[in-house]
């Protein structure tokens, strides 16, 4: 059964630092790229950042600079290293794969950065 866990939310004050970590359980995680998301109250679910299993990177130009996914294949992890945080960031963080087995999502982590 695949499983997908977020971790490290919290509460930061602007320019501070967070990071999530996302633990994958259930699928051979190298094989997969993962992605992190993102989504405040009415709006839609935003892509955020995303990892090729080869360790290729992409972000959205909101976090650009800022944000640095990275993974742990032997963890089975992904991590979102978030710096000088702004209080456009906060919202529910979500861990994403699209496995063999169907798309995936964590439960989500919630992200609030005060200004």
């Known amino acids: 059964q695949v499983h997908l866990v977020e971790s490290g939310g919290g509460l930061v004050q602007a320019g501070g630092s967070l990071r999530l970590s996302c633990a994958a359980s259930?699928?051979?995680?190298?094989?997969?790229?993962m992605n992190w998301y993102r989504q405040v109250p009415g709006k839609q679910r935003e892509l955020v950042a995303a990892i090729t299993r080869g360790g290729s990177t992409t972000y959205a130009d909101s976090v650009k600079g800022r944000f640095t996914v990275s993974r742990d294949n032997a963890k089975k992890t992904v991590d979102l290293q978030m710096n000088s945080l702004k209080a456009e960031d906060t919202a529910v963080y979500y861990c994403n794969g699209q496995f063999a087995a169907g798309n995936y999502w964590g439960q989500g982590t919630q992200v609030t950065v005060s200004s």
């Open positions: 259930g699928i051979v995680f190298s094989l997969y790229a």
